[in-house]
């Protein structure tokens, strides 16, 4: 979960987990998989940069990290 600020001032703290996207409109929107649009005063690289604070904090690693982890080891052949 990461706290952002709604554009009128009111805190909110949304699961990170949701996010589908952020995008600059000129405000900050935050857009759920629900199809929920949330606009924030953050912009869209501090909602980022909590996504990714938040994540490391529970130790989620990306697919990317995951697979450099593994030593990108090739499947086995039958």
């Given at each position: 979960m990461i706290q952002?600020?709604?554009i009128n001032g009111v805190e909110v703290?949304?699961?990170a987990d949701l996010i589908?996207?952020?995008e600059t409109t000129p405000d900050t929107l935050v857009t759920?998989?629900?199809g929920k649009k949330i606009p924030v005063r953050e912009s869209a690289d501090e909602v980022?940069?909590?996504v990714v604070s938040y994540r490391r904090s529970i130790g989620a690693v990306s697919a990317a990290d995951l697979h450099r982890r593994m030593g990108a080891v090739a499947p086995?052949?039958?």
């Open positions: 952002l600020t709604r703290v949304v699961n589908e996207f952020v759920l998989f629900t980022v940069a909590r086995e052949e039958d």
